[in-house]
Protein backbone atom coordinates (compact mmCIF):
# COMPACT_ATOMS: atom_id res chain seq x y z
CA UNK A 1 0.00 0.00 0.00
CA UNK A 2 1.00 3.39 -0.27
CA UNK A 3 1.65 3.88 3.58
CA UNK A 4 1.39 1.88 6.94
CA UNK A 5 -1.99 1.20 7.72
CA UNK A 6 -3.07 0.65 10.95
CA UNK A 7 -6.54 -1.00 12.67
CA UNK A 8 -8.74 -0.48 14.55
CA UNK A 9 -8.23 3.60 14.70
CA UNK A 10 -9.59 3.65 18.13
CA UNK A 11 -10.38 1.06 20.59
CA UNK A 12 -12.01 0.67 24.03
CA UNK A 13 -11.44 -2.15 26.41
CA UNK A 14 -12.51 -3.21 29.96
CA UNK A 15 -10.02 -4.06 32.20
CA UNK A 16 -9.29 -7.77 31.86
CA UNK A 17 -10.58 -7.63 28.00
CA UNK A 18 -7.67 -9.04 25.39
CA UNK A 19 -7.08 -6.56 22.52
CA UNK A 20 -5.76 -7.52 19.11
CA UNK A 21 -4.04 -4.03 17.26
CA UNK A 22 -3.39 -4.60 13.57
CA UNK A 23 -0.42 -3.30 11.49
CA UNK A 24 -0.04 -3.40 7.57
CA UNK A 25 3.06 -2.15 6.45
CA UNK A 26 4.59 -0.34 3.13
CA UNK A 27 4.65 -3.36 1.07
CA UNK A 28 8.04 -4.45 0.53
CA UNK A 29 9.60 -3.21 3.94
CA UNK A 30 11.63 -5.59 5.49
CA UNK A 31 11.81 -4.12 8.85
CA UNK A 32 8.31 -3.37 11.35
CA UNK A 33 8.42 -1.93 14.83
CA UNK A 34 5.93 -1.12 16.86
CA UNK A 35 6.48 1.84 19.56
CA UNK A 36 3.75 2.71 22.43
CA UNK A 37 3.25 6.72 23.45
CA UNK A 38 1.45 7.45 26.24
CA UNK A 39 -0.27 10.68 26.60
CA UNK A 40 1.57 13.72 26.07
CA UNK A 41 4.98 11.90 25.66
CA UNK A 42 7.10 10.52 22.96
CA UNK A 43 6.78 7.11 21.27
CA UNK A 44 8.73 4.13 23.43
CA UNK A 45 10.09 1.53 21.37
CA UNK A 46 8.19 -1.81 21.89
CA UNK A 47 9.58 -4.72 19.53
CA UNK A 48 11.21 -5.01 16.25
CA UNK A 49 10.70 -7.57 13.31
CA UNK A 50 13.17 -8.26 10.60
CA UNK A 51 10.74 -10.34 7.46
CA UNK A 52 8.84 -12.70 9.99
CA UNK A 53 11.15 -12.96 12.99
CA UNK A 54 11.00 -10.71 15.69
CA UNK A 55 14.88 -9.91 16.41
CA UNK A 56 14.32 -7.51 19.65
CA UNK A 57 10.81 -7.55 22.11
CA UNK A 58 13.15 -6.14 24.84
CA UNK A 59 10.38 -2.94 25.25
CA UNK A 60 7.75 -5.36 25.61
CA UNK A 61 6.68 -3.85 29.04
CA UNK A 62 4.90 -7.75 30.32
CA UNK A 63 4.22 -10.91 29.35
CA UNK A 64 0.64 -9.85 28.49
CA UNK A 65 2.40 -8.06 25.38
CA UNK A 66 2.91 -10.40 22.55
CA UNK A 67 3.78 -9.68 18.60
CA UNK A 68 3.65 -11.26 15.61
CA UNK A 69 4.28 -11.66 12.39
CA UNK A 70 3.96 -14.70 10.54
CA UNK A 71 4.45 -14.13 6.98
CA UNK A 72 6.46 -11.26 6.95
CA UNK A 73 3.97 -8.85 6.03
CA UNK A 74 0.98 -7.97 8.12
CA UNK A 75 2.14 -7.68 12.33
CA UNK A 76 -0.89 -7.38 15.37
CA UNK A 77 0.16 -6.62 18.77
CA UNK A 78 -2.06 -8.49 20.98
CA UNK A 79 -2.48 -7.28 24.87
CA UNK A 80 -3.85 -10.13 27.65
CA UNK A 81 -6.11 -9.20 30.43
CA UNK A 82 -6.02 -5.24 29.78
CA UNK A 83 -4.97 -2.92 32.40
CA UNK A 84 -5.69 0.98 32.83
CA UNK A 85 -1.62 1.56 32.67
CA UNK A 86 -2.18 -0.33 28.98
CA UNK A 87 -3.86 3.15 27.63
CA UNK A 88 -1.57 4.67 25.24
CA UNK A 89 -1.40 5.18 21.33
CA UNK A 90 0.33 2.31 20.01
CA UNK A 91 2.11 3.04 16.58
CA UNK A 92 3.44 1.04 14.05
CA UNK A 93 6.48 1.50 11.29
CA UNK A 94 8.13 0.46 8.51
CA UNK A 95 11.38 0.44 6.95
CA UNK A 96 14.13 -0.91 4.69
CA UNK A 97 17.02 1.50 5.36
CA UNK A 98 15.99 4.83 7.69
CA UNK A 99 13.87 6.63 7.81
CA UNK A 100 11.03 4.34 9.52
CA UNK A 101 7.60 5.71 7.64
CA UNK A 102 4.70 5.45 10.41
CA UNK A 103 1.02 4.55 10.75
CA UNK A 104 -1.81 6.53 12.19
CA UNK A 105 -1.80 4.44 15.36
CA UNK A 106 -4.15 3.04 17.30
CA UNK A 107 -5.62 4.77 20.29
CA UNK A 108 -6.24 2.03 23.56
CA UNK A 109 -8.42 3.39 25.91
CA UNK A 110 -8.91 0.86 28.81
CA UNK A 111 -11.76 1.22 31.14
CA UNK B 1 21.83 4.19 26.14
CA UNK B 2 20.94 7.04 24.25
CA UNK B 3 18.74 9.84 25.51
CA UNK B 4 17.27 12.43 23.88
CA UNK B 5 16.17 16.05 25.59
CA UNK B 6 13.72 18.55 24.41
CA UNK B 7 13.83 21.05 26.61
CA UNK B 8 10.83 23.18 25.28
CA UNK B 9 7.49 21.66 26.36
CA UNK B 10 5.49 24.49 24.40
CA UNK B 11 6.72 27.25 21.81
CA UNK B 12 3.82 29.84 20.09
CA UNK B 13 5.07 31.81 17.12
CA UNK B 14 2.79 34.24 14.90
CA UNK B 15 1.98 33.22 11.02
CA UNK B 16 4.91 33.72 9.23
CA UNK B 17 7.53 34.25 11.66
CA UNK B 18 10.54 32.00 12.58
CA UNK B 19 10.69 29.48 15.48
CA UNK B 20 13.40 27.58 16.40
CA UNK B 21 12.85 24.21 18.71
CA UNK B 22 15.84 22.42 20.72
CA UNK B 23 17.24 19.12 21.01
CA UNK B 24 19.65 17.58 23.08
CA UNK B 25 21.28 14.01 22.88
CA UNK B 26 23.60 11.83 24.57
CA UNK B 27 25.83 9.20 23.00
CA UNK B 28 29.22 7.56 23.31
CA UNK B 29 28.81 6.56 19.42
CA UNK B 30 30.55 8.49 16.18
CA UNK B 31 28.06 7.07 13.48
CA UNK B 32 24.46 7.59 13.89
CA UNK B 33 21.06 9.40 12.25
CA UNK B 34 18.85 12.46 13.64
CA UNK B 35 15.63 12.99 12.41
CA UNK B 36 12.52 15.50 13.57
CA UNK B 37 9.15 14.39 13.06
CA UNK B 38 6.20 16.21 13.29
CA UNK B 39 2.87 14.93 15.17
CA UNK B 40 -0.38 16.77 13.86
CA UNK B 41 -3.74 15.93 16.27
CA UNK B 42 -4.31 12.79 13.45
CA UNK B 43 -1.66 11.27 15.27
CA UNK B 44 0.44 10.40 11.95
CA UNK B 45 4.40 10.69 12.79
CA UNK B 46 5.69 12.22 9.78
CA UNK B 47 9.30 13.05 9.16
CA UNK B 48 10.36 16.76 8.55
CA UNK B 49 13.79 16.47 8.02
CA UNK B 50 17.00 13.46 8.73
CA UNK B 51 20.88 14.44 9.22
CA UNK B 52 23.34 11.72 9.09
CA UNK B 53 26.25 12.39 12.10
CA UNK B 54 29.20 12.08 9.15
CA UNK B 55 27.72 14.83 7.20
CA UNK B 56 28.96 18.27 8.09
CA UNK B 57 26.80 20.42 6.39
CA UNK B 58 23.09 20.76 8.16
CA UNK B 59 20.51 19.19 5.91
CA UNK B 60 17.67 21.69 4.91
CA UNK B 61 14.20 21.06 3.36
CA UNK B 62 12.19 23.96 2.13
CA UNK B 63 11.24 26.40 4.61
CA UNK B 64 12.83 23.42 7.57
CA UNK B 65 16.43 23.67 8.54
CA UNK B 66 18.84 22.08 11.22
CA UNK B 67 21.52 23.53 13.36
CA UNK B 68 23.59 20.68 14.02
CA UNK B 69 26.65 20.83 16.49
CA UNK B 70 28.00 17.41 16.75
CA UNK B 71 30.75 18.43 19.49
CA UNK B 72 27.62 20.35 21.63
CA UNK B 73 25.26 16.92 20.94
CA UNK B 74 22.65 19.35 19.80
CA UNK B 75 20.45 18.94 17.09
CA UNK B 76 18.15 22.08 16.62
CA UNK B 77 14.92 22.84 14.25
CA UNK B 78 14.22 25.77 12.67
CA UNK B 79 11.06 26.26 11.22
CA UNK B 80 10.94 29.53 8.96
CA UNK B 81 7.62 31.39 7.46
CA UNK B 82 5.54 29.37 9.31
CA UNK B 83 2.31 28.42 8.28
CA UNK B 84 -1.16 27.57 10.40
CA UNK B 85 -0.73 24.15 9.26
CA UNK B 86 2.75 23.78 11.23
CA UNK B 87 0.83 23.46 14.22
CA UNK B 88 1.70 20.14 15.64
CA UNK B 89 4.27 18.21 18.30
CA UNK B 90 7.81 18.14 17.13
CA UNK B 91 9.76 15.25 18.18
CA UNK B 92 13.70 14.94 17.73
CA UNK B 93 14.63 11.21 17.55
CA UNK B 94 17.96 9.64 17.49
CA UNK B 95 19.11 5.94 15.76
CA UNK B 96 22.78 4.60 15.93
CA UNK B 97 24.03 3.63 12.34
CA UNK B 98 24.41 -0.59 13.69
CA UNK B 99 20.78 -0.18 15.48
CA UNK B 100 17.06 -0.04 14.30
CA UNK B 101 15.41 1.13 17.02
CA UNK B 102 14.43 4.86 17.46
CA UNK B 103 14.63 6.95 20.87
CA UNK B 104 12.87 9.80 20.77
CA UNK B 105 12.34 13.42 23.34
CA UNK B 106 9.59 13.86 24.89
CA UNK B 107 8.44 16.48 22.48
CA UNK B 108 7.55 19.90 21.99
CA UNK B 109 4.40 21.26 20.60
CA UNK B 110 4.35 24.30 18.36
CA UNK B 111 1.46 26.41 18.04
CA UNK B 112 1.16 28.63 15.04
CA UNK B 113 -1.10 32.14 15.89
CA UNK B 114 -3.33 33.87 12.46
Known amino acids: GAGVSQSPRYKVAKRGQDVALRCDPI?????LFWYQQALGQGPEFLTY????????KSGLPSDRFFAERPEGSVSTLKIQRTQQEDSAVYLC?????????FGQGTRLTVV | AQTVTQSQPEMSVQEAETVTLSCTYD???????LFWYKQPPSRQMILVIR??????QNATENRFSVNFQKAAKSFSLKISDSQLGDTAMYFC???????????FGAGTTVTVRA
Open chain 1, 93 to 101: ASSNRPPSF
Open chain 1, 27 to 31: SGHVS
Open chain 1, 49 to 56: FQNEAQLD
Open chain 2, 27 to 33: TSESNYY
Open chain 2, 51 to 56: QEAYKQ
Open chain 2, 93 to 103: AFMTSNDYKLS
